[in-house]
């Protein structure tokens, strides 16, 4: 479904489901139709991840 761009984004796919903004960039980008848009690593994913966790979004790389 990926490769067709069918990956709706959280808030869309759970509209009831109310998501920190934070966190649906972290989890739109991991699941970014292109390779280039997505986190580099999956290292970079956790620490993303951890940022999100933390409460803090500074030097969060999903944050653009």
Known sequence: AAQRGAVLPPREAR???ALPPL???I???AL???PADRHASV???QE???R???GS???CTSWR
Do not use: H
């Open 15 to 17: 509209p009831g489901i």
């Open 23 to 25: 966190l649906c960039a």
């Open 27 to 29: 989890v739109a980008r």
């Open 32 to 34: 970014a139709r292109e």
């Open 43 to 45: 290292r970079e994913l």
């Open 48 to 50: 993303d991840l951890e």
């Open 52 to 54: 999100f966790l933390r």
């Open 57 to 59: 979004a500074s030097g």
